[in-house]
């Protein structure tokens, strides 16, 4: 639809614009005191308005000729066509107008005179028709240029979607990988505990699908899967592997994406804890300050260990989830001092309820520099 015709507040502000040039026409009649301001007035206003609903289809000639993709020669022609024809049909409304009002205020000579104007009318109407097609014009090139903000700014969502499904499709991959090493390490000297590994990998492979389809979950929902990815591991670590929680419970409804943790306690696990052999504990804690979800992940490491000539997947794989959803409002850090590998994580606080719902009595959160 005509862009000034869906919008009655275009439209009013577009007939006030015409109403004024309806005036000024009027004035340029009556000021030579060719025609008094009543039969001016009554002749320029009616007319100029009804010029301006002609011209509204010169939007239309605008569409099919863009400046963007039309030649400059064939723009001209095909306006000036427009242009003689919009005139046209207003001369024609226009003698019907003027006959109109030759009866009903009984004017003498009254079109003999109008007549005598018509070259002024003429050139008005040209003036008038360029005007209009020029906003016409703009209108199309803002549009046009709006289309194409969307089209990118959809693009990018689908590149984002697109990015987010094939990282969420790592995990899983990753996981099982580490998981069948575990299965054929037991196989050998400990077929029942192959067996009970396989179940739980089953009902984690299914709660993790099923929770993983999902744009987010509850920080207690996802605490859960990386605790039943543990108790997998625990078969067959046995004591080595001990998990402690420091969970606050207003962080339990926190919402975060799915399988956000589990790649970092499976670092834990893979790069920690297997390379000591008492084994150790790894420390999960959760707190919600201001504005911020802060989650801290810390496990015990050899300084000795064999080291990967590139950054851990699961790491690489969090970091790309966090920049592709939050931009710049999540961060992830890791350091590795006094023994110990260290994780902090900060997400922007936020539940089903809303957003950055305010902690009672807790400090201003902010990211770290």
């Known amino acids: ?24 026409l009027a004035a340029v009649l009556a000021l030579p005191h060719d025609f ?4 001016a007035v009554s002749l320029a206003v009616p007319l100029t308005l009804i010029y301006g609903l002609i011209c509204l289809s010169s939007w239309y000639v605008c569409r ?20 003689i024809i919009t005139i046209f049909v207003w001369g024609l409304l226009g003698s ?31 003036i008038l028709y360029g005007l209009t097609a020029a906003v016409h014009y703009l209108i199309v090139t803002f549009e046009a240029s709006k289309e194409s903000e969307q089209r990118e700014l959809q693009s990018r969502i689908f590149a984002q979607e697109a990015e987010l499904k094939a990282l969420r499709a790592q995990i899983n991959p990753h996981f099982l990988f580490n998981s069948l090493n575990s299965i054929s390490a037991l196989a050998t000297h400990n077929p029942p505990a192959v067996r009970a590994m396989t179940l739980r990998l089953a ?28 108790e997998i591991e625990q078969i067959r670590y046995g004591s080595r592997l001990q998990i402690v929680q420091k969970i ?17 306690i499976e670092n834990a696990v893979v790069h920690g804890i297997a390379h000591l052999l008492d084994g150790g504990t790894i420390t999960l804690e959760a707190e919600w300050r201001g504005s911020v979800l802060h989650i801290h992940i810390e496990n015990p490491i050899d300084p000795d260990r064999p080291r990967s000539r ?4 699961g790491l690489e794989n969090v970091t790309k989830r966090l920049r592709a959803i939050y931009k710049d409002d999540a961060q992830l850090n890791t350091d590795e001092r006094d023994g110990a ?9 936020q539940t089903n309820l809303g957003l950055h719902r305010p902690v009672p009595e807790a400090e201003p959160a902010r990211l770290p520099e």
């Open 1 to 24: 639809m005509h862009p000034i015709l869906s919008n009655q507040e275009r439209l009013a502000v577009y007939l006030i614009g015409w109403l004024v040039f309806g005036l000024l």
């Open 36 to 39: 008094s301001w009543l039969e």
């Open 64 to 83: 099919v000729y863009p400046l963007q993709k039309t030649p400059v020669a064939q723009v001209l022609a095909v306006q000036v066509m427009a242009a």
């Open 96 to 126: 019907g107008w003027v006959l109109l009002l030759e009866r009903v205020l009984t004017i003498t000579g009254f079109r003999s005179r109008v007549l005598a104007k018509a070259p002024l009318m003429i050139g008005v109407g040209i």
């Open 203 to 230: 009902d984690f492979l299914r709660k993790s699908l099923r929770l993983g389809a999902q744009e987010s979950i509850r920080l207690e929902e996802e605490i859960s899967m990386s605790l039943n990815f543990l």
């Open 248 to 264: 606050e419970d207003v962080c339990k409804d926190c919402l975060v994406p799915p399988l956000i943790l589990q790649p970092l």
């Open 310 to 313: 590139k950054g851990g997947l």
């Open 341 to 349: 590998f260290r994780i902090d994580l900060w997400l922007p606080a």
